[in-house]
């Protein structure tokens, strides 16, 4: 009981002082491993979860309470920090009592459903890593959120997003196979995808045993997407997405293309029309006009230009890779 007394007001302190973006940050530290920290050995997740009470609400908030009732004052809460409270099976009927909640930290907890969440209509913001969750039903009742956080739960298939059509940011990665499941990919609703496809605009599902992008190619105002840890074969099964015009940002790494092509990151700068980032390198000015002249070269080849002076501008041209290496260690 004394190491539970100590740790929540740390916890609420940290919480008070972080912005989201670090909030994420801190679980994102395990998100390419694919193993989330460990609650093992804390005594407390020795009792099991707990419900979504009042005395959790009103702990949970840093807005000061004046002289109204506790009803009156959870009314008007508009954020909440529910992070490593052993919440669980659900936040549930709880949520009735905070309707004009708008961002919700609920990770790191024990919850397997998402009931309760209609009674939050003006979520906009709502971190859910690090649960239990083996469905997104209860998504449905979100319509104003834009940016969604489930990663390292326990989803087999994307889906109740139909309704999510402002949705800016879905962060799915990592998802741990169910037994039932065995090892197959992730699966993202077809109708899901096209509610949002001209809304999301980062995208994570790294490490979902992903083979193909299905669905996904309708995706097409992308500025960041990371399918690292996948097992996409070969770097042309994504060129559908790479070619969205405002891509800058991909994760591509731990695919076995990564493995065994050698130029893959030419391939994605030849598709990707916008990028300026690969697998948390720069793509540099010098780096794309070489790699597109290297491919003019190539076409013209192809195509059969005269030989002399053809083979004469490749030769010139492959003389380039050392240059090029320079620029991409750089």
């Given at each position: ?7 929540r007001?740390?916890?609420?302190a940290r919480?008070r ?15 390419r491993s694919g193993?989330?920290?460990s609650?093992?050995?804390d005594a407390?997740a020795?009792r099991g979860?707990q419900t ?9 908030t840093?807005?000061?309470?004046g002289?109204?009732?506790?009803d009156?004052?959870l ?5 909440l ?10 936040l549930g009927e709880g ?13 790191d907890?024990?919850l ?8 939050c209509?003006?979520?906009t913001?709502l971190?859910l890593?690090?649960?239990r969750l ?8 979100c ?6 956080h ?9 889906e ?8 800016e940011?879905?962060?799915?990665s990592?998802?741990?196979?169910r037994e039932?499941?065995?090892d197959r990919p ?6 899901s995808?096209?509610a949002i496809?001209?809304?999301l605009?980062s ?5 979902n045993r992903l083979?193909?992008?299905g ?6 105002q992308l500025?960041?997407l990371d399918?690292s840890?996948n097992?996409?074969?070969q770097?042309g099964d994504?060129k559908?997405m790479?070619?969205s015009?405002y ?6 790494q731990?695919n076995?293309f990564?493995?065994y092509?050698?130029k893959y990151r ?5 598709h990707?029309?916008a990028?300026e980032?690969?697998?948390s390198?720069?793509?540099l000015p010098?780096e ?5 002249r290297l491919?003019?070269q ?10 002399g002076?053809m083979?004469g501008?490749m030769?010139g041209?492959?003389s380039?890779?050392?240059?090029m290496?320079?620029v991409m260690?750089?």
């Open positions: 009981g004394a190491m539970v007394a100590i740790g007001p740390e916890q609420r919480a002082s972080e912005s989201p973006a670090a909030a994420v940050g801190r679980t994102r530290s395990y998100s193993t989330p920290p609650v093992a050995g407390a020795l979860p979504l009470g009042k005395e959790v609400l009103l702990s949970a840093t807005q000061q309470r002289r109204e009732s506790v009156q004052f009314g008007k809460v508009t954020h920090q529910l992070q490593g409270q052993r919440l669980g099976p659900e949520l009735q009592l905070v309707p004009a909640a708008t961002v919700v930290y609920a990770y907890n024990f397997t459903s998402l009931a309760g969440l209609h009674h209509k003006r979520l913001m971190y890593q690090n649960n083996a469905t997104m039903s209860g998504l449905e009742a319509a104003n959120l834009r940016v969604l489930l990663g390292h739960n326990r989803l087999s298939r994307v109740c997003l139909e309704n999510c059509g402002r949705l940011e879905l962060h799915v990592n998802q741990k196979a039932q499941d065995g992730l699966e993202f609703c077809p109708n995808i096209a496809a001209y809304s605009q995208l994570s599902s790294a490490g083979q193909d992008v669905p996904l190619t309708m995706l097409q500025r960041s399918l840890g097992e996409f074969a770097a994504l559908d790479l070619s015009p891509l800058a940002k991909v994760e591509l731990g076995p990564a493995l092509e050698r030419n391939s994605v700068v030849l990707a029309p990028i980032e690969i697998d390198r720069a793509v010098q794309r006009d070489f790699v597109r491919e003019e190539k076409r013209k080849l192809r195509a059969g230009g005269p030989g002076g083979g501008g030769r041209t492959m380039g890779p050392a240059t290496q320079n260690v750089a």
